[in-house]
C-alpha cells in the first residue's frame, strides 16, 4: 500500500497548456510539500501545507497553484505551462507537530513541456 | 534558518573501494539530520537519519553516519561500496523549532565496475 502516491508518472504537453498533479498520502500526516527537480538534481521547495493552511510559498510564478482539499491530498495546478517548467515534480509528506519532519516522497511527476 | 552544503557534486569511486561523502550544516537551533538515497529514475528514499542518542547511525545496506556536533557535519561513509550504491545522495536537516526540510545540492555516487 503506497504511503505518498502521485499522477500522473509522466506528463507530456505544448507550451501555454494547463496541467495538474494530484498526491495522496495515507500516513495520517498533518504537513504536504511539493518539491521541483531540475535537471542538475537540485531539490527547490515550492509549497508546503499544514493541516491545509499554506505555510510555505517559496518564490515561485503564479501560474503554480497548489490546492489541498483535506489533509491527506495536495495537489499542483500549473497554467500556462513554459518550457522552463520541465521538470521531475514531487510530493512529500511528513509529521511536523511533535514529530522528527522525517519526509516520506511520492515517485515523482516527470512533466515535459514542448 | 538552516542550511546545508554538500561539499562534492560528483564522486567516481572503484567497487569495493571505501567512499566519503561529505556534509555539513549550519543552524541555531538543535536539528534533526537525514541522508536521501535517489537511485536513477526514482524518488528519494531515507538511508539513515540521526535524531538523538547515539552519534553513528547505520543504514542497512552498509552505510554509516556520524554526527559530529563540534563539527557540525554529518558525513556519510561506506567501507566497499557495490555497483547497486551508484545514486544520488542529499543530506539534509530539519530544526526541531522549525517546519522545513533544508537539502544539501546532492552528490552525485558512480561506483565504477
Known amino acids: 500500500d503506497t504511503a505518498v502516491s502521485q499522477t500522473p508518472k509522466y506528463l507530456v504537453t505544448q507550451m501555454g497548456n494547463d496541467k495538474s498533479i494530484k498526491c495522496e498520502q495515507n500516513l495520517g500526516h498533518d504537513t504536504m510539500y511539493w518539491y521541483k527537480q531540475d535537471s542538475k538534481k537540485f531539490l527547490k521547495i515550492m509549497f508546503s501545507y499544514n493541516n491545509k493552511e499554506l505555510i510555505i510559498n517559496e518564490t515561485v510564478p503564479n501560474r503554480f497553484s497548489p490546492k489541498s482539499p483535506d489533509k491527506a491530498h495536495l495537489n499542483l495546478h500549473i497554467n500556462s505551462l513554459e518550457l522552463g517548467d520541465s521538470a521531475v515534480y514531487f510530493c512529500?509528506?511528513?509529521?511536523?507537530?511533535?514529530?522528527?519532519?522525517?519526509?516520506?516522497f511520492g515517485e515523482g511527476s516527470r512533466l515535459t513541456v514542448l | 534558518a538552516q542550511s546545508v552544503t554538500q561539499l562534492d557534486s560528483q564522486v567516481p569511486v572503484f567497487e569495493e573501494a571505501p567512499v566519503e561523502l561529505r556534509c555539513n550544516y549550519s543552524s541555531s537551533v538543535s536539528v534533526y539530520l537525514f541522508w536521501y538515497v535517489q537511485y536513477p529514475n526514482q524518488g528519494l528514499q531515507l538511508l539513515l537519519k540521526y535524531l538523538s542518542g547515539s552519534t553513528l547511525v547505520e543504514s542497512i545496506n552498509g552505510f554509516e553516519a556520524e554526527f559530529n556536533k563540534s563539527q557540525t557535519s554529518f558525513h556519510l561513509r561506506k567501507p566497499s561500496v557495490h555497483i547497486s550504491d551508484t545514486a544520488e545522495y542529499f543530506c539534509?536537516?530539519?530544526?526541531?523549532?522549525?517546519?522545513?526540510?533544508?537539502f544539501g545540492t546532492g552528490t552525485s555516487l558512480t561506483v565504477i565496475p
Open positions: 512529500a509528506s511528513s509529521h511536523v507537530t511533535g514529530g522528527t519532519g522525517e519526509l516520506f
Open positions: 539534509a536537516v530539519f530544526g526541531r523549532t522549525g517546519n522545513q526540510f533544508y
